[in-house]
């Protein structure tokens, strides 16, 4: 190739990058900004680990920390609005049923949710704790 071909697949190159950081942070703004969280909570945990190249990327996992603030905030939201299918909930919450299936799963297990309906139509309410709470 020539200097000028290179020069422009350089210049290229560069350009996608800081389109692709940018789009990045306007997605971690959009984030914080749904969560109502600003600098703090699940919203932070979730920035740092893009930062950090552990973001939503195939076969990162997320921490217990992340899982814990994800399993608080779906249990915070359906104690203040019980009977609501995951849809809805994702739409509220600003996320995705493949984000809240562990949570979900460690809440029920817990007996801190409970659930009527299945598949689709499951709707969810907060159950009592078995696990003491200090």
Do not use: C, W
């Not at 809805?88 to 007996?111: H, V, W």
Request: charged fraction near 30%; avoid cysteine.
């Amino acid at each position: 190739m020539s200097d000028f071909q290179n020069e422009m697949n350089r210049v290229v190159q560069g350009f996608v990058a800081q389109i692709t950081e940018l789009a990045k942070r306007a997605a971690i703004d959009t984030l914080e900004s749904a969560l109502g969280r600003g600098a703090r909570g699940v919203s932070a945990s979730f920035s740092v680990a893009a930062r950090n190249g552990r973001g939503r990327g195939r076969g990162a996992k997320r921490t217990s920390e992340d899982l814990d603030k994800l399993a608080e905030n779906f249990h915070a939201f359906v104690t203040k609005h019980p009977g609501m299918r995951i849809e809805q909930i994702n739409k509220q919450l600003g996320t995705t049923t493949k984000d809240l299936a562990l949570p979900i799963r460690k809440l029920i297990s817990d007996g801190e949710l409970k659930t009527k309906g299945t598949k689709r139509s499951t709707t969810y309410f907060a159950g009592e704790s078995k696990k003491k709470k200090n």
